[in-house]
């Protein structure tokens, strides 16, 4: 099993809107609508932003938002603020009780 | 609150065990499966494995099988991931997690640094 493929990093202005791509296969992504986004901020805890695709937790920003098409799922954020500029993670089931995370990408915010 | 306190950094030799620990506080502990996941310095998250605190039953990524032993103790409310052999390349940072099913893990542990050198 292979990690998803996450572009190395994105970058957007503030009030802008970033996407990040996450890619699978037909074995992951493909096949299962359970896509997760995690954000993380140097030494901390990750954070559950995105869960089953487009699902967003009690209390995260509704800036946050995921989709999917195929292999392929997708996070972006709208309204780019300061506080977002973190490492972000996708993360799919891939069968059989495992799970496959991608390598992540930086975001940054100019 | 729900809360995952993992147990404090370690610098360890080669070939040396290790056992690193995650206490569950604020819920059940017997509610949800328990992952560990690696992420080693400067890269991505790995999903190592599970153990399911009812009866400490685990499984693993194909990675990790064999290399590591996840177990849980439901009495203490806590879970473990050991290494029977250290090497170099098990430094990295480790992180306990809830998962709540699917690929959703809502609460992590705070991190557990292992450092494995001469």
């Known amino acids: 099993q292979s990690a998803l493929t996450q572009p190395a990093s994105v970058s957007g202005s503030p009030g802008q809107s970033i996407t990040i791509s996450c890619t699978g296969t037909t074995s992951d992504i493909g096949t299962w609508n359970f896509v997760s986004w995690y954000q993380l901020h140097p030494g901390k805890a990750p954070k559950l932003v995105i869960y089953e695709g487009s699902q967003r937790p009690s209390g995260v920003s509704s800036r946050f938002s995921g989709s999917k098409s195929g292999n392929t799922a997708s996070l972006t954020i709208s309204g780019l603020q300061a506080e977002d500029e973190a490492d972000y993670f996708c993360c799919s089931y891939a069968g059989s009780r495992t799970l496959l995370f991608g390598g992540g990408t930086k975001l940054t915010v100019l | 609150e729900v809360q995952l306190v993992q147990s404090g950094a370690e610098v360890k030799k080669p070939g040396e065990s290790l056992r690193i620990s995650c206490q569950g506080s604020?819920?059940?502990?017997?509610?949800?499966?328990i992952a560990w996941v690696r992420q080693m310095p400067g890269k991505g998250l790995e999903w190592m494995g599970r153990?399911?605190?009812?009866?400490?039953?685990?499984t693993y990524s194909p990675s990790f099988e064999g290399r590591v032993t996840i177990s849980a103790d439901k009495s203490i409310s806590t879970a473990y991931l050991q290494w029977s052999s250290l090497k170099a390349s098990d430094s990295a940072k480790y992180y306990c997690?809830?998962?709540?099913?699917?690929?959703?893990?809502?609460?992590w542990g705070q991190g557990t640094l292992v450092t494995v050198s001469p």
């Open positions: 997690a809830l998962w709540f099913g699917g690929s959703r893990f809502d609460s």
């Open positions: 153990t399911d605190p009812k009866d400490s039953y685990a």
């Open positions: 604020g819920y059940d502990f017997t509610t949800y499966w």
